[in-house]
């Protein structure tokens, strides 16, 4: 969760969104510049197959266009049918959204893929057959070409969101938007057997009982004891709690603690007092 | 505090429980097969639960310290989002819409930039045909010699005339060639489209060589007295072709301009809703390309008489001035 982008739904709710990263798309792109030439690829085949009779000319015309259609129609149709996926970025599992928030428009993804020529059709030309491209132009023509390139190659990686020239033009971004599980819930466990004061719940905020519960969620497992044991000793001597005559094991003081803890931190904040972090060093619990 | 905790968002997360499962479940059944493979029920339900599934999130967020609730509520509803806003309207209304409303109107909406790409092809076309009328041994710094394809001033009258008049081709070849010409005038026309995001400038410069090209033919074809085959020739086809390249400049230059002028609206939201703008002009002219190619490589071959192929040029010209003058207004 490296970096999220918040996003206002048309329902007014802000969400997070997960940026795609820079290497995703490029795979994604990989993948469907591969797909984009099978398809042609068969294509030729089928029709060099079935034009032997006479047909050449209406074998030429079929390829010559679906070419075009190919490589002008793979992106956009795909990501209109798909809801902003493609082959390749089904595989990685990214996706393109509007920036707004709003649906995607059919005009967004035209918009977008249009400049896909520039971005991607021309410097792959340029890069793997310079004399078709700049043959016939001086050096220095081939050269600017070649910076122009450049820029929009590199702008995606020198902008926060990662967009790329199409992406400003068709004001869309492209993001991770992964299933994920719904966890247990830690504070529904059955009574609490351990007692805390409510002094000792005034300690710790919202982060530390956050933190508290991303170590519990690493369970109780053999190796995760030494971590329970020295995070249930910090927290006993910050709150100056002490067990009673029965020894209590560190899963179920943590397992404890964190119930009381969310059950006060969560009452204060239906009252409209949100605490975020502990109280300062300098005022040591009594 | 004893045993009994009140913790509101225990209770709150076991009450809803059930229906961000059942969103869940629909929007992981869409991911993998599709919106077709809900039924009629399902899919009704699934706005309806996915704005439960955000007010849930919105009240958790001011309930509840649970981190994976948090997380989950935000995964579930980013990915209920992208299901209901991923962009997907049934076919044929939006294609109806398209030609009687979107294109026209926006093509009405770049008037000034269409009108600039009209005088730089017309300056081009100048230039072009009064160097060659002073110096006609200029002819080979406008035309390249593949484009030329023999015609220049060194060619015979009938050589120029035969090109003109040809008309006897095999069926099969007349698909190839407009199926070539329709996808070669398309890529350009985009390409001028594309190149406006450069501040327009290489647009312009499109505009200005087509410009060159179209003065050099019209001067040579004209020094020769055959001016009038030769237009009879060229604009059947060359009225819708030649407009929807100024169309896909026009937007090129539109989007260079929010590029560089962005106005009130920050650079970003300028080129956006120059980019809305560029795409509805591409869909448009790619489609006027394709009618433009079957003009020329089927009607044109097979129709030689100079009267009939001015006739067709002034009925596309009246035909696309009246579409895009009248088309989608509101009454």
């Known amino acids: 969760m490296s970096s999220l982008r918040g996003l206002e739904t048309p329902e ?6 997960e940026l795609a990263s820079v290497g995703d798309r490029l795979v994604a792109a990989m993948i469907d510049l591969a797909l984009m030439n099978v398809v042609v690829l068969v294509l030729v085949i089928m029709v060099a197959l079935s034009g032997g009779r006479g047909r050449a000319e209406l074998a030429a015309a079929v390829i010559v266009v679906m070419f075009f259609v190919i490589r002008c129609f ?9 809801r902003g996926q493609t082959p390749g970025k089904r595989a990685t599992k990214i996706r393109v959204i509007s920036r707004s928030g709003g649906p995607l428009t059919a005009q967004a993804v035209v918009a977008r893929n249009l400049l896909r020529e520039l971005e991607l059709f021309q410097p792959l030309a340029i890069l793997l057959a310079p004399a078709a491209v700049a043959g016939g132009f001086p050096a220095w023509v081939g050269l600017v070409a070649g910076l122009w390139v450049l820029v ?45 004061r409510v002094d000792q719940l005034d300690i710790y905020g919202a982060y530390e009982l956050q933190t508290l519960e991303a170590v519990l969620r690493l369970g109780n497992s053999l190796e995760n004891l030494p971590a329970l044991a020295a995070v249930a000793e910090q927290i006993q001597k910050r709150i100056g709690w002490t067990s009673g005559t029965e020894r209590v094991s560190p899963w179920v003081f943590l397992g404890t603690f964190y119930a009381a803890q969310r059950a006060r931190l969560e009452q204060r904040l239906l009252l409209g007092e949100r605490r975020e972090r502990k109280r300062g060093a300098g005022s040591a619990a009594p | 505090m004893s045993g009994e905790l009140h913790m509101p968002s225990v209770r709150f997360r076991q009450e809803r429980e059930a229906s961000w499962r059942t969103l869940e479940a629909l929007v992981d059944r869409v991911q993998s097969s599709g919106l077709r493979s809900l039924s009629a029920d399902e899919l009704a339900r699934l706005p309806v639960l996915y704005r439960a599934a955000l007010s849930s999130l919105s009240v958790a967020r001011a309930i509840a310290l649970d981190a994976a609730l948090l997380a989950y509520l935000n995964a579930l509803a980013a990915r209920a989002h992208v299901v209901l806003y991923g962009g997907r309207e049934p076919f044929a209304p939006a294609f109806l ?19 600039v790409a009209i005088l730089l092809t017309a300056l081009g076309a100048t230039v072009a045909w009064r160097e060659l009328a002073r110096d006609p041994a200029r002819w080979s710094d406008f035309i390249p010699p593949a484009y030329a394809q023999g015609r220049g001033p060194e060619a015979t009258d009938a050589d120029l005339r035969s090109v003109l008049e040809r008309k006897e081709t095999p069926r099969s070849a007349l698909i190839h060639f407009s199926s070539f010409l329709f996808t070669h005038n398309s890529t ?17 410069f499109l505009l200005l060589t087509n410009g060159l090209i179209l003065g050099a033919f019209g001067w040579l074809y004209g020094a020769r007295g055959l001016g009038w085959e030769f237009w009879a020739w060229t604009l059947p ?26 106005g009130r609206l920050s650079r970003l939201a300028s080129l956006r809703r120059a980019g809305e703008t560029a795409g509805i002009v591409a869909l448009g002219s790619v489609a006027m390309f394709l009618i433009a190619g079957l003009i020329e490589g089927i009607f044109r071959q097979s129709v030689g008489d100079p009267g009939i192929r001015w006739a067709v040029a002034g009925s596309t010209f009246t035909l696309w001035s009246l579409y895009f003058a009248l088309a989608g207004r509101t009454p």
Do not use: K
């Open chain 1, 12 to 17: 007014g709710v802000p969400i997070q969104l």
């Open chain 1, 74 to 82: 793979y992106f956009p149709i795909f990501e209109l049918r798909w």
């Open chain 1, 152 to 196: 929009f190659a590199v702008l995606p990686l020198v902008n926060r969101d990662h967009l790329r020239a199409g992406d400003l033009v068709g004001g869309t971004l492209v993001v991770r938007a992964p299933p994920m599980l719904l966890l247990d819930d830690l504070g529904a466990r059955g009574p609490a057997t351990l007692q805390f």
């Open chain 2, 97 to 115: 819409r398209f030609w009687a409303r979107t294109f026209p109107r926006t093509v009405r909406s770049l008037r000034w930039h269409f009108g």
């Open chain 2, 188 to 204: 350009i026309g985009l390409a001028s489209l594309g190149l406006g995001f450069a501040a327009g400038v290489p647009t312009a």
């Open chain 2, 237 to 262: 086809h060359g009225v819708t072709e030649i407009w929807a390249l100024l169309l896909c400049a026009a937007a090129g230059l539109r989007v260079g301009q929010a590029l560089v002028f962005p």
